[in-house]
């Protein structure tokens, strides 16, 4: 395991961490309100699960930062688990909204695929404690499908319904989050130390999530499905 000092992050620093993670369960929440009734059940649910498996990892991460900063404990395994965590939170997302660009609206064998996704998640948290970070890139290569996944299925939404705006916010969510899974790497090279690093990684993280917030939004405002309705009338 790698070694962090108190020194290096501070209460303040923890609960700013806290802010994108308020941003992304805004996002979730207009997500998972847009697209459920939209798609069919198991993707509905890989959503809703993605969505709550990346809050619970950023909500790990920031707790982390705020224990060692008052010099309660170094309770590694918050910090261990949010990679592979918010990682299977993306790809299950990206799961989810991808099958947007193949969508059917038949619901057949629903339940099985449901129940299905609660196995590897429960599996996920099980064995995460145990993982060292020397097999992080696997997790961030992960991180990055699922990220490009929900990018390319938000852009297609965006694109369809010629909005524009929506389309340069997702992309700016989509890089937000390649620069935060090169951070520490971008971080050696630019000679940042320890809590540089978290600060320009934390402003990085806020601005991305800012962004996927007010998409979220304006695809919701927007009436995104409204053809929905036309088709009932």
């Known amino acids: 395991m790698g070694e962090y000092y108190a020194q290096d992050y501070s209460v303040i620093m923890g609960l700013v961490d806290l802010l994108p993670v308020i941003l992304f369960t805004l996002s979730g929440c207009i997500i998972i309100k847009v697209m459920f009734n939209e798609l069919r059940k198991p993707f509905a649910v890989m959503i809703c699960s993605g969505v709550t498996l990346s809050i619970t990892a950023g909500l790990f991460k920031a707790l982390w930062k705020i224990l ?3 010099n309660v404990c170094d309770f590694y395994p918050f910090n261990v688990m949010f990679m592979p965590i918010q990682s299977l939170g ?3 997302m990206g799961v989810g909204l991808i099958s947007l660009l193949f969508k059917k609206k038949e619901e057949k064998n629903g339940d099985k695929v449901n ?3 609660l196995p590897v998640i429960l599996a996920t948290l ?3 404690p145990a993982i060292k970070e020397d097999g992080s890139i696997v997790f961030i290569a992960f991180l990055v499908i699922g990220a490009a996944m929900i990018a390319t299925s938000l852009s297609y939404l965006a694109v369809k319904n010629k909005n524009w705006i929506c389309l340069i916010l ?5 890089v937000g989050l390649i620069i935060m899974g090169a951070m520490k790497p971008l971080s050696s090279k630019m000679g940042l130390d320890v809590t540089a690093a978290n600060w320009v990684e934390q402003s990085v ?3 991305a999530q800012a962004a996927l917030l007010l998409g979220a939004y304006l695809m919701n405002k927007k009436g995104f499905f409204a053809y929905k309705q036309e088709k009932a009338n």
């Open 170 to 174: 997702f992309i700016v969510n989509f």
């Open 68 to 70: 060692l900063a008052l």
């Open 90 to 92: 993306f790809i299950l």
């Open 115 to 117: 129940v299905a996704t």
């Open 205 to 207: 993280n806020t601005v």
């Open 126 to 128: 099980a064995a995460t």
